[in-house]
């Protein structure tokens, strides 16, 4: 049909599918300029085409597709640069949050990267000088079963995201030091989520800078008591007193991979050399 584009031809040069137009068409974005009554085909014309490039173009910087119908309903050139304007400001709002998520993910790969190297090096136990660090805490209630502890870590991150907190994505828990030595190594008090600090929200709670005895236990949840006794059997041998309770932080889990024997557990405890 002359001067008139079918649909198929539109979305061939727009690189764009049928489905799109005729969505486009339902919303009330962007209809046709003629449709046949006979067969209901949609055809386009030639002017149309500027209006289908600025919907693509406001898209692909972000606007979504009620501002741009809105926007189209009547526009001119005061209107378009308050609206591109107030994007900036959204953009740069996203780019800083990218900026955190990139940290984010850097940091939990140099985690898994460290704790790999390390075992496989044979190097899983050490000492190492903490510094302040940020835990956004959830209690785990009774009675402390893996159950439990998974519900306190969904609150922690449910919480956190809500509060727009800056957390690391990685999740970990507190084992108390009683508990271990009745060898209740999976009762954990409460789950938390490292917190680049310094940060005062309420359920953040602060370690203070120490020496802290580690060990990468490699394995399922359920097998982490050896890795408990091989720390404390470790710690008596250099004559170190342990004056804290656990922190565990998971540096391979559920995220990272599908089979739990790989699963990497950091666990950590304050100690000071005994007199």
Known sequence: MQDLFSIGELARYQKISKQTLIFYDKIGLFRPAWVD????????????????????????IGFSLAEIRAHMERYDLDSSLALFRRQLDVIDQKIQELRMIRSRVQSRCSQMESALDRCRRDQ????????EQDLFCCPVEPPYSLREISIATKACFSGAFQQKLPVFFQCGVTVPLERIQAE??????????PVEGPCQTP??????????ACIYHVGDYLSIGRSYRRLLDWCRAQGLRIVSDSYEFCINDYL?????SEYITKIAFYVENQA
């Open 37 to 60: 009554p006979d067969n209901g085909y949609r055809y386009y014309s030639a002017s149309q085409i500027d209006d289908l490039d600025t919907i693509l173009i406001m898209k692909k």
């Open 124 to 131: 899983d136990i050490q000492l190492e000088q903490a510094g």
């Open 184 to 193: 209740r190594y999976t009762e954990a008090s409460e789950a938390f989520l």
């Open 203 to 212: 359920g953040v709670r602060r370690l203070a800078p120490g020496l802290r």
């Open 256 to 260: 990272t991979s599908g089979d739990k």
